[in-house]
């Protein structure tokens, strides 16, 4: 039980002391960048799909 209470002890000391965090303005930003990042991905996989959907439907509109 003293290994577990010591880990819970070094792990807050470290995430309080030795971290890093990032500022409200930087984390705001990353957010931001993240989003942007995800509409641009989500774009690009919905002009795929109906590029293959347009195609696919061709093809079996003119095998009828």
Known sequence: MSKVSEYIKESYVEL???VTWPT???L???SILVLIAALIIAMIILVMD???NFILHQFYKSLA
């Open 24 to 26: 409200w303005g930087e």
């Open 50 to 52: 109906q590029s293959v």
């Open 16 to 18: 309080t002391q030795k």
């Open 28 to 30: 705001w930003n990353s």
